[in-house]
Nanobody
Framework: VQFEESGGGLVQPGGSLTLSCLVT????????MAWYRQAPGKQRELVGTVRNNGVTTYEDSMADRFTISRDNAKNSVYLKMNSLKPEDTAVYYC?????????????WGQGTRVTVSS
């Protein structure tokens, strides 16, 4: 399986971005997907998850600003981020959810970098 993240960039505080992730494996359709992020000098952290039926969960600090969705027909998962803050600056990755049987900690895409700065 491969993960191809895109959509990152430089955005001003308060701005919005939508990230995309293409998963090159059919198991995407049955797996719970997740977005993760890794800020400079910090460990990778979970942003939220989306089940194959579209049900989502989020980490508390992001629940009111981030929205995860998926398109099973396109093998893609999305992360819409609103009201971005400088502390959201990170490289964002998609992968299967940590509890998924398909999750492998050693398999990651290149990620997409988000920089929130004025």
């Amino acid at each position: 399986v491969q993960f191809e993240e895109s959509g990152g960039g430089l955005v001003q505080p308060g701005g919005s971005l939508t990230l995309s992730c293409l998963v090159t494996d059919g198991i995407f359709k049955i797996g719970t997907m997740a977005w993760y992020r890794q800020a400079p000098g910090k460990q990778r952290e979970l942003v939220g998850t989306v089940r194959n039926n579209g049900v989502t969960t989020y980490e508390d600090s992001m629940a009111d600003r981030f929205t995860i969705s998926r398109d099973n027909a396109k093998n893609s998962v999305y992360l819409k981020m609103n009201s971005l803050k400088p502390e959201d600056t990170a490289v964002y990755y998609c992968n299967f959810a940590p509890h998924s049987s398909y999750y492998r900690a050693d398999v990651w895409g290149q990620g997409t970098r988000v920089t929130v700065s004025s």
